[in-house]
């Protein structure tokens, strides 16, 4: 079994920056691909970024290209989103969430298999 704890969220004001971290408890983290998702109040669970197991590919919502970043640190068993330039729009609660099915990063969410128990992210206008 695989368990996935997050840290890191919380408020901030609209602009300001915030990073995530998902730490992973298991035998094979640097065999799983990685994702992040994010379900506001009354919405879809959506997906926001994925990286492959060993990094060299990512994968990005348009709504977040070009203001988050995804990585990972196989040796310390964290994946990690850096979230720059935050927009009110980005308040939801956040989820990590392993793929044991595929080297390379999906978007579909039914596709992950282990989920963290999410952390709220608030953006203040």
């Known amino acids: 079994q695989v368990q996935l704890v997050e840290s890191g969220g919380g408020l901030v004001q609209a602009g300001g920056s915030l990073r995530l971290s998902c730490a992973a408890s298991?035998?094979?983290?640097?065999?799983?691909?990685m994702g992040w998702f994010r379900q506001a109040p009354g919405k879809e669970r959506e997906f926001v970024a994925a990286?492959?197991?060993?990094?060299?590919?990512?994968s990005y919502a348009d709504s977040v290209k070009g203001r988050f970043t995804i990585s990972r640190d196989n040796a310390k068993s964290t994946v990690y989103l850096q979230m720059n330039s935050l927009k009110p729009e980005d308040t939801a609660v956040y989820y990590c969430?392993?793929?044991?099915?595929?080297?390379?990063?999906?978007?579909?969410?039914?596709?992950?298999?282990?989920w963290s128990q999410g952390t709220q992210v608030t953006v203040s206008a």
């Open positions: 298991g035998r094979t983290f640097s065999r799983y691909a």
């Open positions: 990286i492959s197991q060993n990094g060299g590919r990512t």
């Open positions: 969430a392993a793929d044991v099915g595929t080297l390379i990063p999906r978007p579909d969410l039914r596709r992950y298999d282990y």
